[in-house]
């Protein structure tokens, strides 16, 4: 079987996410957001994309034709839409479609034909369009195409024509909710989003759920509620500010009523990370997950006294990690990167930095990161960025 997963904007930290979570093999990057793998391993789409933060797409790949016509590939997709109607409830049949790649599909005459021979059938059907390259997972959600319908994918490699179907999308309403919907929230300090949390958690690799997580920075608890909803269940948060406390309680509380989550152990103080090894048991923790304090984000600032500042902050957090972390645990955390600056250099030397990257796509020119094998997170527009640093004990 041949997957295909649509990346997010950040095509490093797609890749390194689907890694921590499928140790990829056989794997081909076509574009900055669209990868193949093949297995012989059958996965659950839906189950999946609910739990990787920085994939928007998982699909099969059905047909692949070498050298074709477009007679050729409407044939080839005629077949593959006819089949898929013959498996779907009876009513109006919605399809669409969208091609990735360099490559640009003639998709409004493969769509005429395929509604036109749709209507020889007797058959009623929409043709659904977007105005963008790509029909987004709001679209193929809105329409129906993954229930009563088809996404048709198209994308050429290597000389050959790609058709694949769409299986699953981000659940782009649940995000939403646990991001805007959240009773707590701190829009001065600024937030984790939800998607950024799922990929940490992801690139921590803690097989253990019964393991203890950590995050002592937790600000809303946004970490925390992802972790939870992930399944782990001995979860820990601490903060120096009591409103982040009071604040992280309230969303864990509201994310339990609204997802029934039971069966956890979490314990929440106020605390300082310098002191984390006073209050957790050396060798205990499985996972450190956090984003730290990230320094002030307005006025005038002195770069060179904020980085100093940090710099002494997170090596002695990194150091008390050390301590609490099992062997092979891992610490997945932020660190800001401040535009025309230099980057932060924290003490980290007990730890090994992890390798992200696939073997066969560590380099690629699609993946861009820092000198020292980070990923880079950001928006254009923003004042401060996010580096994303994965370190093992």
């Known amino acids: 079987m041949k997957y295909f997963f649509v990346l997010g904007t950040n095509c490093a930290l797609s890749v390194a996410e689907l890694q921590a979570v499928l ?63 013959s498996q779907s409830k009876e009513g109006k049949f919605n ?49 129906k195409l993954l229930t009563r319908g088809l996404e048709i994918i ?25 991001d805007f919907g959240r009773p707590a ?20 690799q803690a097989q253990q759920v019964d393991g203890l997580l950590v995050d002592p920075f937790c600000g809303s608890g946004t970490i925390l509620s992802e972790a939870l909803l992930a399944g782990y269940k001995n979860l820990f948060g601490s903060d120096i500010a009591l409103k982040a406390i009071e604040d992280t309680r309230k969303n864990i509380s509201w994310l339990k009523e609204l997802y029934k989550i039971e069966g956890f152990h979490l314990k929440l103080l106020v605390k300082n990370v310098v002191y984390l090894s006073k209050f957790i048991k050396n060798d205990s923790v499985v996972a450190i997950i956090t984003e730290p304090y990230l320094g002030p984000q307005r006025g005038n600032l002195d770069f060179k006294l904020v980085i100093g500042e940090l710099e002494r902050l997170y090596s002695a957090a990194l150091r008390e990690f050390y301590k609490v972390l099992q062997p092979g645990g891992r610490v997945v ?22 390798n992200l990257f696939p073997d066969s796509l560590d380099g690629h020119q699609y993946i861009k990161k820092t000198d020292r094998g980070t990923i880079i997170y950001g928006r254009v527009g923003q004042k401060v960025f996010r580096e994303i640093v994965v370190l093992e004990k």
Request: aromatic content about 8%; overall charge positive; proline content about 4%.
């Open 23 to 85: 140790n990829l093999t056989k794997v081909q990057l076509v574009a900055p957001d669209f990868l193949l793998w093949e297995t012989d391993h059958e996965i659950n789409p839906e189950k999946l994309i609910n739990s990787l933060g920085g994939i928007i797409k998982i699909g099969l790949i059905k047909k692949e034709l070498a050298q074709s016509t477009d007679q050729q590939l409407l044939a080839a997709i005629i077949e593959e839409a006819a089949s898929k109607k």
């Open 95 to 143: 399809f669409g479609f969208s091609d990735y790649g360099e490559k640009k599909f003639n998709k409004k005459f493969l769509g005429l034909e395929l509604k036109k021979y749709f209507s020889n059938q007797e058959i009623s059907s929409r043709f659904v369009v977007s105005q963008e390259k790509t029909l987004s997972s709001v679209v193929v959600a809105q329409n």
């Open 185 to 204: 929230r701190d829009d001065f300090s600024g937030m984790l989003p939800p998607k950024l949390a799922q990929i940490m958690i992801n690139l921590a």
């Open 333 to 354: 955390m932020v660190w800001p990167v401040y535009l025309g600056q230099k980057s932060l250099n924290p003490d980290y030397s007990n730890f090994k930095l992890v």
């Open 154 to 178: 198209l994308a050429e490699h290597s000389g050959v024509t790609l058709i694949g179907e769409t299986l699953a999308v981000q659940p782009f309403k649940d995000l939403s909710r646990r």
